[in-house]
């Protein structure tokens, strides 16, 4: 069910909490599998999620009863799939989702190989959430129309050490002013998680519009210059 702690300003499931929810079903699908974090912890790795993709029907409502799917769709290179479906109380799909995560080590941050976990993935590539794998989002040489500053702070940090995923997405939502947000539906969002954040770093949030529909924040720590994360958001019409 919706919770109101879960809902945006229009009484609907937010991104943040849509996103919260994915790597939550994620998790314990993982850890009912032994291949969970506490799993990899004992080997010195851990997950992170490195590209999202989400086609949007529909955003379930305040109060709204909805069920979440779940499985690993397959391996690309050394990401491994995971493909999400929501489904309303009639059981029809109102959001998919198809995610791309990585295994890395806890000392060196470098990615590992999945070979020692791939045997225990339920992996189901006959059928599949979206058409395709999350991809790259591009770079853009566009004017940013919205500039603003966040400081990461420590209620952002995970248990990973890092600025947990779901803070991009909302510093890409807060680049909306609140009449855009209101009058906007969202049909697509597609996230690629660049580089690790981490408490106390100085972001620079710089926000472009590519066309009519699509738009494209890019998240960069100000000591570096790194870009962190790349939030694509397609608007419908």
Known sequence: MVNSFFTDLRGRLSLPSLFSLFQEMAWEHATNNKFGYVHLQKQGLFWVLSRISVEILRMPNWAETFFITTWPS???????????????????????????????????????????????????????????????????????????????????????????????????????????YKATTIERITVNFLAEGFSGDELAIRSFDLDDVKMVSVVTRKSDGRSLAIVEIEKAL
């Open 74 to 180: 397959g391996v690309d290179g050394l990401f491994a799939l995971r493909d999400f479906e929501l489904f309303d109380y009639n059981k029809q799909v109102i959001v998919r989702a198809t995610t791309s995560w990585l295994i890395v080590d806890v000392n060196s941050r470098r990615p590992h190989r999945l070979d020692d976990f791939r045997e225990r993935m339920p992996v189901c590539e006959t059928y599949r959430a979206t058409k395709a794998n999350a991809g790259r989002i591009g770079n853009t040489k566009n004017v940013p129309s919205v500039i603003f500053e966040s400081r990461a702070a420590i209620s952002d940090i995970d248990i990973n050490g890092h600025i947990n995923n779901t803070k991009y997405v909302e510093w890409a939502i807060n680049s909306f002013s609140e009449e855009a």
